[in-house]
């Protein structure tokens, strides 16, 4: 009853933001909520069963220290054949990442229980979240992320299943409170969801073998990261990101082809967006959908203008593009409030105002990057302006995306180092590189050669995570650098298939296994949204990555 | 689904053994437990909240070294408006026992939520076990009994109910996995559940305080017990004993008159008990109603009998108690079993073959007291035999119980020291006497020498628990010592109010705060129905207790 109160009231409080004058949606908001709201999928979910115990040993050349043995031959029979009561604690193994609700039946054996037993389970994407001591809790976030779970259960037999959605492919389980008599499990599994529903056709034989597997694994990793909406991150954040959304609706483009729900996102997005009008970069879905009214990602919000076009293109959906166009119309507003005359952006007052992502790397000088993202968002837009035939209303950004493009050569192209740099900060990063190609501000020889030099020069700022490794990707393609699209694809995403990947993850520095921003490596998401893309890129591009 | 098939195994498993031909009661078992189910009460849920938040400090004088005191003022209406963010403990009080659900709702302040937060709740019925550390654990049960609960709530705000039913008057809440937000509690209460709905008259005025206070805690007590069967207690074990059936109906009968849940028991007992036609001591309401076909407590089982013609005698239900005679008949038996010609029964044998309880004291000789426990069942069953008219099936009785008496004097009774003591030990203790006098083999006369010379004598074996003391002070009044019995009620029940009990304990050793049967005083049970009649003594002995 109360849950419901706070519900009305939240619902009312973000009501009472958005119904003002001020709302510059006014007239839209209930409609897109309503929309999102009646296209959100039906979760498909399949119960999923340990295939086996296993033991976890420390190991220098594993990844994070940690391999996993099979812990004895027919070891899951015997693990519902015997008492529990002795076993201090057991590792089982799902042998693949499931995302859902796990439950699991004891009973007594050959008695009757007089007394509760208490379990603690620990879920774990990777062996380093099994292995790893949670407390003292060293990491960034919040302790509760980590999917470890007391359970007392009252009476035996039964099924109890735990609140808390999981996201794993181990389970530890200790006996915290042991019984007088002998017990044990009688039934264990994961009602594993997902909206990601249809079969993706398979890809012609004869395809690299690794790239076969690059493409399943992403395939999961996208599968998993498909709920009521495409999430970050299963287990962490679990949430709504344009950033991750644009690369998911892509991907998904590819493969499963679930439209309905990248048509909940955009709507979701537009309908949580600030009476301002500028998109928050993410989004909340309970208790009642909301965003965070102090939140602002800079290229986030001009990325949803490029997720609206590639959804149309896609789908041919004019209605739900027409619905939005309003939205991606305003994003605009926000280079239109950097831009200086001499056709620059004011990064210093951007940088001020906004968080401007761009890549997860320390000390990232992000002017150059900035620049590039917003043509390339401006190009898109007025794409889509046209696909809607509503060029007029943006007749400006021809001329504009001209000016900003001269201005980038003028004042960011280093002739002889042939490298595009800032103007306060000289260093050259591949960021800076990669955004004046996916813009088309550099010339395609002019792309070629500076994505070329990057490997061969000193003090590069390197990509700091996948999300910049999939923009790297696009602009080799983009400037005709298959070989190398394909090289970078695969001794990337496959290095992180021969460290035992199952999803691919948020982090991965292929020099730095314990890597995390969060100051605590079993904290990353290993099943994460933005490092899904590589299968969009086999199918899209057959000639580079299927032969 | 697992459970309901696990249910229908056990459901079968029993039947299986009932069902057989060798089943004592094949024509009546089904219909018993459909009697059963069908008197299930209905419980009557109440939502209590937190009246303060409190400090427990140590203590030397305070029961088990620790006291309670308040935090602060309005300190409620402060818990509720202040971040609960840097709280790392708070203690809260809800000012009274309570048993059911406990819910609370947590809301973030002045912000969004985005991340989980974790929170550990301890509830106690007394301040020691709020402030014991329960790990490493020293108890002689399962440390699953031990009410300390880790709650991950994912999203705020949002409401969260345990899953298990507490027993509690106080609870601890820590925090232990810290959100970047400040949030706090909005909401927080204990759906207290009790099938004990019917108002109870007041004790007339003028009726000594202390009377007053140990008739309202008995009445408590005895409501908390009462749940869909009459518990032991309501924290631990939860369960139906016939010991704790027999005194808490007896007190019913002078309090809520909830008769449907007495006959329920009955039933409930009869239904359950083992093929062979004996009681079993206990039985358990879930997942199927079962009892422990290995366990077997003699008096308990001869208890039954006493209760059930109780329970003819305060309704007039002979419908229930014709039903059930057959029972109470073959219960006799066991004393059939063991008896000797001279009119003693076996004890060695008896005591090989049965658990005999009497009295939770360690090396306590029962003997005697199980002479005159058979002898009281005897008597007891004759009456019921009488009421229902059939005293022509155990027309045996009368002579046995002579025979009976008069070997109890010949052989136990010692007219030197006054007391009754076994053949092989020569142990005084109050059970012996006490049970030679609730028998009626002890005359008047020599009832009240032997009671009143145990208080005088060296070397006797005093009662170790509420129970025995129940059955002392019924004594007492029996033997014509209504002072005594007066003086013993307000020493011994009220030694534990004046230590602060909210509910009677199960156990009570006034000179040995940590007395425990479980090697863990926090374990042990603080409202528990062997310790409520304190109530039926006051009520049915008016001129005794309230003038």
């Not at 015997?82 to 050959?110: C, K, M, W």
């Not at 050259?428 to 004046?436: E, K």
């Amino acid at each position: 009853m109360y849950k419901y109160w706070i519900s009305v009231f939240l619902f009312l409080f973000t009501w009472g933001l958005h119904a003002q004058d001020t709302d510059f949606y006014k007239d839209y908001r209930v409609r897109w909520l309503e929309k999102a709201e009646a296209n959100t999928p039906q979760l498909v979910f399949t119960q999923k069963a340990p295939l086996q115990t296993v033991k976890i040993v420390p190991d220098q050349q594993a990844f994070q220290g940690w391999k996993v043995e099979p812990a004895s031959k027919e070891n899951i029979l015997s693990f519902y054949g015997n008492s529990f009561r002795d076993q201090t604690e057991i590792i089982l193994d799902f042998g693949e990442h499931v995302t859902g609700y796990f439950s699991f039946s004891l009973a007594p054996i050959g008695t009757v229980a007089d007394a509760p037993v208490r379990l603690k389970f620990t879920f774990g994407e990777t062996p380093s979240e099994i292995m790893t001591p949670f407390d003292p809790f060293p990491g960034g976030l919040s302790r509760a992320w980590m999917q470890d779970e007391t359970v007392t259960v009252m009476t035996l037999p039964s099924t109890t299943t735990i609140p808390r959605r999981v996201s794993f492919r181990y389970v530890k389980i200790e006996l915290t409170a042991k019984p007088s008599y002998a017990f044990g499990f009688t039934s264990m599994y994961c009602n594993a969801g997902t909206s990601a529903a249809t079969a993706v056709a398979p890809l012609p034989s004869g395809v690299d073998p690794m790239i076969r597997k690059i493409d399943e694994t992403s395939l999961n990793t996208l599968k998993e990261c498909m709920q009521t909406v495409f999430e970050d991150g299963p287990k962490r954040d679990q949430r709504l990101w344009i950033g991750d959304l644009y690369l998911q609706a892509m991907a998904n483009y590819y493969s499963f082809k679930q439209i309905e729900l990248t048509k909940r996102c955009l709507y979701l997005l537009a309908g949580l967006s600030h009476p301002n009008g500028y998109l928050h970069p993410c989004v909340y879905e309970t208790p009642e959908p909301h965003g965070d009214s102090r939140l602002f990602l800079l290229e986030y919000a001009l990325l949803y203008n490029v997720t609206l076009k590639d959804y149309l293109e896609a789908t041919g959906d004019k209605e739900t593009a027409g619905d939005l166009w309003v939205v991606a119309k305003k994003q605009l507003d926000i280079i239109h409030t950097y831009l200086q005359p001499d056709g620059l952006m004011d990064f210093k007052k951007a940088n001020k105002e906004w968080w401007i992502h761009i890549d997860w790397k320390d000390n990232l000088y992000k002017e150059v990057s900035l620049h590039g993202v917003s043509v390339f968002a401006l190009k898109n837009t007025y794409e889509l302006a046209k696909l809607l035939g509503k060029e007029q209303e943006v007749s400006e950004l021809p001329a504009l995306i001209e000016k900003m493009t001269k201005a980038a050569y003028r004042r960011y192209y280093d002739k002889k180092t042939g490298f595009f740099t800032g103007l306060e900060n000289k260093q050259i990063s591949y960021a800076s590189q990669i955004w004046m190609v996916l813009s088309g501000i550099a010339s395609k020889k002019d792309a070629r050669r500076a994505l070329q030099n990057l490997s061969r020069s000193e003090n590069v700022t390197t990509p700091g995570s996948p999300y910049l490794y999939h923009y790297y990707i696009q602009a080799l393609i983009d400037a005709g650098l298959q070989k190398e699209a394909k090289e970078i694809l695969t001794s990337y995403w496959g290095g992180m298939i021969e460290k035992g990947a199952d999803t691919f993850w948020e982090v991965y520095d292929p020099g730095n296994d314990y890597l995390s921003p969060y100051n605590f490596h079993p904290l990353n998401s290993y099943c994460h949204a933005w490092s899904c893309t590589p299968l969009y890129f086999i199918r899209r591009y057959p000639e580079i990555f299927q032969h």
